[in-house]
């Protein structure tokens, strides 16, 4: 599949990393987090974002000392032999957060509105259609983003607004009501959140070369959405209902679509909530999945097989899904003590690490664009 075709500008670059990681924080794990910070759960987001900005920033750096490479081609130039293992990493993590993803949202569609459904039918039929994006390539998914960002804001800002007048905003206080604990715990899930835009190490590879030198800034937007999607929904769900209550429920931000409606002409909102969901994970689980299959591709050298391994490692993700978490505990306690610490190591604590590495190797001036201040 030429590079050429799947070429994006910096802003559809921005733009993935806003639509495909904010689902975590605000969706996905949420409960999760609420159980590790409680009241302070909010924060995560906030005291998480600078780390998340070095981290970004690194990888948008290193796109322009590299450009037209992604990660697992520029490791092992960085690192020589030992840049191997590393650059293997990535593709894995890739094809996890899509297991994790394809787990979470089909666990959600049983529970709460097909429960005579088995999940693996769920899982399959779910991934098929995701199949049939991600075969178009890059440029494709990235303009189907284009399209469901901004009607996934618009709901989002629906479900605020539809629910201000039930929110108690005194329920976020006080901060820091049982010490540092449980601050530093939902700051580390938080790192977590951020660290899956370690995805953009590999598809800044394809953003067009007169776009480059934006990444940075593109980046930096798409880490504010992303901040925003993560506080305002956990915010929201405690001003609610109490973190107490919250945090035992498996959904809580669902449970808001339950309080809203639009006079009699429109009560059933929750069925807005089932596109919000289903659109949000449609666009992450097809990104991560395509990074996945290129970075396998790329170092195995069977790039013109992609198609073929990319639906291979969508049905085996299917299949790991079931197969390997047998149930919701176990699941959870993967994603938070083994998924979301991953996360934060690749994508907010190894980047920064790469680019001073490149930098003192002289790496950077391969490329006379770039500079350490630009």
Known sequence: MPMKKWEISSLQAGWLIAGTVALTGHALAVTLFMRAGGRDTWLAGILAMPFGALGLWSIAKLAN?????????????????????????????????????????????VDSILPETPSWVMSLLYMLVVLYCTWGGLDVLARVNQFILPLLTMLGLTVSFGTIGSKDYKLLLPMFEFGLGPVIAVTVMGLGDLGEMSVAAAFSAYVRPKDRPKLSKAFLYALIYEVITLTGPIAGSISTLGYRVARAMPYPTFQHWLMVSFARFFERTDLLVVHQWLAGAYVRTGLFLLMSSDGFTRLTGTRQHLKWIMTGLGLLAVLLGEVAFPNKPVFDAFIGYVYLPAAAILGIVLPPVFLVVAYLRGMHRQNKGWSPGA
Request: no cysteine; glycine share 6%; net charge positive.
């Open 65 to 109: 000392i590299f450009p037209g490479k992604t990660i697992v081609e520029y490791l092992p130039k960085i690192f020589g032999y030992a840049g191997y293992p590393l650059a293997w990493i990535y593709p894995l993590f890739y094809l996890t957060t899509v297991v994790f993803t394809l787990r979470m949202t089909t666990d959600w569609l």
